[in-house]
Each structure stands twice: as structure tokens, then as C-alpha cells.
């Protein structure tokens, strides 16, 4: 088993060297797979992801490294660089939200006025066209809150936010 680890990280390495960072990560996997305990393979692992800009995945091996070693500076330093490296996507991500918010109730509104004006006008193609615009606004809503959820995943606001 501990050769079998070892041929694969020297594998993962080589394939890192020649720039073939998705074959790494599959090497990684299996090593963790065989060693779930294997804090350099998960960290590894965590760097890629990283720099492929994966952010999530990155998120979830130095998660796990710090599982097994709360104190790893590397884990530590990177789990700092993504919040910073994100915050500002989500923070943009946040101000996009509520543009969403505010464009989902402009197009409320005008699908809501439009249906009462065609039904007092007896006009079939305003209220299908009111009814399309309200079908549309909460698209738009359900926009700002994935933004919303991506925020809270990444530990910018609180659920309670």
C-alpha cells in the first residue's frame, strides 16, 4: 500500500511538471482514496484546484487537511487567499443581486399593470404579455438569491443575513 502511495505521488508530481494538472488531481484522489489521512496528497490536491480556480474544491482539501492539522500554515494561507481572491467576485456578485432585485420588480410591476390594462381593455396579447413579464421577474429573483447562497457558502454573510 505504501508503495502504491508512493508510485502515485511520484506519478501526480511528474504530471504536475508536465503540466497535466487534471491526470494530478486523479492521482491525488486515488491516494486519498487509499489514504484518506494523507495530509500532502489532500493539500496537493487543494493546490491544484486553486490554481485551475476551482475554489470550491480547493475549499473542500484544505478543509479536510485542516481536519487532520489545524495548524497547517499552507492550509491556512490558502483558505486566506481564496476568501480574499472570492470576496470581491462575491461582493460584485452581491451588488449584481440587487440589481436582479430591482430590474425582477421593475418587470413585476410592468407585467402586473400590463395584465390589468388588457383585461379592463379586453386585450388578449397585454395580458399574455403581462403574464410573461411576471413569469420573467422571478427569474430575476431567483437570480440575486444564488448569489446569495454562493455568498453564504463562501463565509461572506451569515445566514441570518
Not at 490536491?45 to 481536519?67: I, R
Not at 436582479?100 to 396579447?125: H, R
Request: proline share 2%; with cysteine.
Amino acid at each position: 500500500m505504501a508503495e502504491n502511495v508512493s508510485s502515485l505521488m511520484n506519478e501526480a508530481k511528474e504530471f504536475e511538471e508536465n503540466r497535466k494538472l487534471y491526470k494530478a488531481i486523479k492521482c491525488y484522489e486515488q491516494i486519498v482514496e487509499i489514504n484518506p489521512d494523507n495530509i500532502d496528497a489532500w493539500l496537493n490536491k487543494g493546490k491544484l484546484h486553486f490554481f485551475l480556480n476551482h475554489p470550491y474544491n480547493a475549499s473542500l482539501c484544505f478543509n479536510k487537511v485542516l481536519e487532520k492539522d489545524s495548524q497547517n500554515q499552507v492550509a491556512l494561507e490558502y483558505k486566506e487567499k481564496l476568501r480574499k481572491q472570492y470576496i470581491e467576485d462575491i461582493t460584485f456578485d452581491l451588488n449584481k443581486s440587487n440589481i436582479y432585485q430591482v430590474v425582477g420588480a421593475i418587470v413585476l410591476l410592468g407585467g402586473i399593470t400590463t395584465m390589468i390594462l388588457g383585461i379592463f381593455l379586453l386585450s388578449i396579447p397585454s395580458v399574455v404579455s403581462g403574464i410573461i413579464s411576471f413569469i420573467v421577474s422571478f427569474a430575476w429573483f431567483g437570480l440575486s438569491r444564488r448569489f446569495q447562497r454562493i455568498a453564504t457558502f463562501i463565509g461572506i454573510i451569515t445566514q441570518d443575513s
